[in-house]
């Protein structure tokens, strides 16, 4: 089959790979009809997140269920179905209790000397599972994993296949952040998941929504498509202190969906080279100076192991809550399901180019750069 493989730093290829085959009696293969690429790939297309060449990437499919393990019961041959990004159970404490992005099954991550849950396409050592951006899936926890778009429902598939990260990583960072109403929350980054943060915020009932990026058309975007105040990105200090004055004294939320290949300074590069850095503290630098006392930041853009010189005694000097960690997708499908079906929410929105798989190198490199005002792009095998 063809699928996307890491093939070195900045060089993703299409090329022939085996196909995957049932290994477990849970497993089902989808056969791949949309897929994405998100922020979070970028990390391995930079080198960020490290992998092997070869290694198929992508973590954003849903498809065609085309084959399924003897002990599946709830999905059957033809059903179209949408895939979380999370590998997940469905039985563990963690799963059972809606942390399913921590989900401790051995077949989850079984990499040696981790201690975190598993993820599609996203390396080895977040459980060494192949991606979806490739015409066939191998999806274990065939009676958990899988979201079935019900026959009656005359949805395209860009209207839910967000629901594999997007949707999910932009509404749990609103509910985790506690974003209540009358609130001014601060969104860094107006990326597919900073945008649809920003429209989760006023959903849930935000009095203030401040878009912050560095790139003049994603700010028009969140302006057309959220009608947020925006500030365009120069520095930390700059720009943190900007807000706090904006915001008479900081926002009660601040979200950052940049992470860790946020703008770099000069020592900031070397020493990610050396490994000695996990990557930028931009954003960090910019939410501290931002959020007001007794606040709560949220990280959601993905961040690399070790930070020299993390701002830790400016948190916690005035009572800021920091909150992290990768969105636990399954439980809350059905509801941005009903959303969707309801037409509170239109994901294509955030949509900007539609592209045969082939084209993924193309695509990577339009995205990563910014070209053709590049927000989203969905891949078709």
């Known amino acids: 089959m063809r699928a996307v493989t890491f093939q070195g730093t900045k060089d993703i290829q299409v090329k022939n790979v085996e196909a995957p085959k049932i290994e477990k009696d849970d497993d089902i293969i ?12 970028l990390h391995i297309y930079l080198g960020s997140v490290p992998t092997r060449p070869g290694y198929v990437i992508g973590h954003e499919p849903m498809g065609i269920v085309v084959e399924t393990g ?10 179209r179905v949408v895939i979380p990004f999370n590998v997940a159970c469905g039985e563990c404490w963690y799963c059972t209790h809606d942390m399913e992005s921590q989900c401790d099954h051995p077949d989850t991550n079984p990499t040696p000397h981790t201690d975190f849950g598993g993820y599609f396409g996203y390396t080895e050592m977040y459980g060494n599972h192949p991606g979806g951006q490739a015409e066939y899936l191998r999806v274990p926890f065939g009676n958990f ?22 949707l999910p990583t932009a509404y749990w960072s609103v509910l985790h952040s506690g974003v209540k109403k009358g609130d001014t929350v601060i969104v860094l980054g107006s990326g597919p998941i900073g945008l649809m943060t920003q429209k989760f915020a006023w959903m849930m009932g935000a009095g203030r929504v ?23 990105y120069k520095d930390p200090r700059e720009t943190g202190d900007y807000l706090k004055h904006l915001t008479n ?22 020493e990610q080279k050396l490994k000695l850095q996990g990557g930028s503290l931009g954003a ?12 709560t930041v949220q990280l959601t853009g993905v961040y690399g192991l070790w930070y020299n010189a993390f701002p830790l005694g400016r948190f916690f000097e005035r009572n800021v809550t920091i909150k992290t960690g990768q969105a636990p997708v399954p439980h809350l499908m059905p509801d941005l399901f009903k959303m969707i079906t309801e037409h509170k929410i239109d994901p294509t929105e955030i949509i900007s180019h539609i592209v ?26």
């Open 30 to 41: 989808i056969r791949v009809t949309s897929t994405a690429i998100c922020g979070s790939d």
């Open 70 to 79: 003897k002990a599946v019961t709830k999905v059957k041959k033809g059903d």
């Open 145 to 166: 994993l899988p979201f079935v778009i019900p026959e009656s429902a005359e949805v395209p598939d860009e209207a839910v296949l967000f629901m594999s990260d997007v």
């Open 210 to 232: 401040i878009a912050v990026d560095s790139v003049p058309y994603r700010l028009e975007k969140a302006r057309r498509m959220n009608k947020v105040e925006t500030v365009a």
């Open 249 to 270: 004294g900081g926002a009660d939320i601040v979200i950052d969906c940049v992470g860790m290949d946020g703008e770099k300074t000069p020592m900031e590069k070397a």
């Open 284 to 295: 960090l630098r910019t939410a501290h100076r931002a959020v007001r006392r007794f606040g």
């Open 356 to 381: 045969p798989l082939e084209e993924a190198p193309i695509a990577y490199k339009t995205f990563y750069e910014h070209g053709d005002e590049c927000t989203k792009v969905i891949l078709k095998p």
